[in-house]
């Protein structure tokens, strides 16, 4: 068997066919002009059929393996274009053009067109998309515009802290708080929410206003659906129940945003746009949508809380340091602001290690909409849809050695094993006028509660002085958050 064979012995798994050799010198170039081989000529790779989202992403990571840093896949009706390499997906970013698009969305479209409403950041391209974008950015990504949020988000750290403080108090041995990630994500609800409607859903509060339940209700089957509507045709509109609740789920989300928040449709459609990306790592680069089984959902900051809390509670070390940074920038208990985070470069480098570690969204897309690219000397036509591996690029351990340990101290300016790493390595905000839009705000929220986890009246007992962080031990098992006492 040559190796050619060999290769395409490997393909012939699930519905995907292995077109062609990679090798430039068999490639008969269709599309190529004077580049070695064109987009018909990379490989294809497997199915991705009944794996889950984390088996997904390793997945990627094993394909990046069978087929080196660059290779196509088909999901459905999509033709996808991986790279799995910091330099590819520099080379993608750099000819994304002055609008970019991650990726189409035709049934969010689809709805919109029907009720007549306009399409939104996320959904919108071209110089609308840009229009809208140019009047968010000065009020979302300037530090002190959005510094003066801190008030608002202090205070609804504070109703965190308190409904934690509560579940643990009720619970049989009075310190486990079970499902804490569930009350992380109605924290990061509340809190962008609370900035972006300047009122409060209740998320955090005993009793969940029915509103609120319906928004979030109607947030959560609008993603679940999204799947089912863009993998059936058109036809089946009538035959299955998929496109009416879709459509329903819409109608709800708009109804509550303009009853509840007041705002008029106009604000609606965007405000909403970008509640739904703080809860669905799918809505930030549909390609993991696609990917994504339905149901499955994957929550911005209160996912990333959830696995800082984790490493924190695992890591004494790490947990005192972090906790000693934060003491010392805000002695007796001042509450920190945006000013005080400059001074805590260590509170910076544990998030964004959890963000390499865990990335929210582990794969992003671009669409090539007006120009052909060349990447990796291939040639490719308009309308080719990447997939910006990044999960498989953080956990490479040529950019990062020993990838899977958490080692916030990669990330330290002055620390000599500051590990020497591609700038597109690991991106998790994404890069480019396309990039995320709420980072500022996410990681103001993330730092604020990361260092008010302790009950301030907590810390007046010995035992809980020695860390900030749920000061004893922490750990965070299958979504259980159970403290302990270390001596
Ligand atoms: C840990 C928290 C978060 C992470 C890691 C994250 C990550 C991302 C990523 C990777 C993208 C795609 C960027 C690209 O295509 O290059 C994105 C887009 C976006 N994010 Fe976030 N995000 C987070 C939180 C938030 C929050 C809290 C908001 C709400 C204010 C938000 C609003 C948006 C919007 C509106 C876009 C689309 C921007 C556009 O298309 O112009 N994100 N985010």
Same mark, same amino acid.
């Given at each position: ?55 997904? #992403? ?153 509103? #609120? ?37 819409? $109608?709800?989300?708009? $109804? ?5 928040? +007041? ?24 390609? +993991? ?36 940074? *934060? ?9 920190? #602001? ?25 794969? +992003? ?48 300016? $002055? ?70 006492? *270390?001596?």
């Amino acid at each position: 068997m040559s190796p050619l064979d060999e290769t395409n012995a490997s393909f012939i798994m699930g519905f995907h066919v292995f077109e062609s050799s990679l090798r430039p010198d068999r490639a008969s170039s269709q599309y190529g002009k004077g580049c070695n081989i064109s987009v018909s000529h990379l490989r294809y790779s497997a199915n991705h059929n009944a794996l889950d989202s984390w088996q997904i #992403t390793a997945h990627l990571v094993e394909h990046k393996r069978l087929y080196g840093p660059i290779w196509r896949s088909r999901f459905g009706p999509f033709d996808v274009v991986n790279v799995a390499t910091a330099e590819l997906i520099a080379q993608v970013i750099r000819q994304e053009g002055r609008y970019p698009v991650r990726t189409d969305l035709p049934h969010w479209k689809e709805y919109r067109d029907m009720r007549g409403q306009a399409y939104g950041i996320h959904v919108d391209t071209g110089p609308e998309w840009y229009r809208i974008r140019s009047a968010l950015n000065p009020k979302m990504l300037k530090l002190k515009e959005v510094a003066a949020y801190a008030p608002i988000i202090h205070e609804v750290v504070s109703d965190l802290l308190q409904r934690v403080e509560l579940l643990r108090l009720r619970s049989p041995d009075q310190v486990t708080v079970k499902d804490l990630a569930s009350e992380l994500y109605k924290f990061g609800f509340e809190g962008i929410s609370s900035i972006l409607f300047e009122t409060r859903l209740g998320c955090l509060q005993e009793e969940i206003p029915t509103d #609120t339940l319906r928004f979030i209700s109607a947030v959560n089957d609008m993603l679940a659906l999204s799947e089912m509507v863009l993998f059936f045709p058109r036809w089946t509109r009538h035959i299955f129940p998929f496109w009416k609740r879709f459509v329903q789920a819409w $109608d709800d989300l708009y $109804d509550v945003g303009m009853l509840k928040f +007041n705002v008029c449709i106009r604000d609606a459609q965007y405000i909403i746009s970008i509640l739904y990306v703080t809860v669905h790592v799918g809505i930030h680069g549909s390609l +993991n949508e696609l990917q994504l089984p339905s149901g499955q959902q994957i929550y911005t900051t209160s996912n990333t809380l959830s696995w800082t809390l984790y490493h924190l509670a695992r890591d004494a070390e790490v947990q005192n340091r972090l906790y000693n940074e *934060i003491a010392s920038v805000c002695p007796n208990k001042e509450l920190p #602001t945006a000013e005080h985070l400059t001074r805590m470069p260590y509170m910076k480098a544990v998030i964004k290690e959890t963000l390499r570690i865990y990335p929210v969204v582990p794969g +992003n897309g671009r669409l090539t909409v007006d120009s052909e690219v060349i990447v990796d000397n291939y040639w490719f036509p308009k309308k080719t849809q990447f997939h910006l591996c990044h999960y498989a690029v953080s956990h490479d351990e040529s950019n990062f050695p020993e990838p899977e340990c958490f080692v916030p101290d990669r990330w330290l300016r $002055d620390n000599p094993s500051r590990s020497q790493h591609h700038p597109y390595s690991s991106v998790p905000f994404g890069v480019g006028v396309r990039a995320c839009v709420g980072k500022r705000v996410a990681e103001l929220e993330m730092y604020f509660a990361l260092s008010r986890v302790r009950k301030p009246e907590l810390a007046k007992k010995k035992t809980l002085e020695r860390s900030i962080l749920l000061n004893i031990c922490t750990i965070l098992h299958n979504h259980c958050l159970i403290y302990g006492t *270390i001596e």
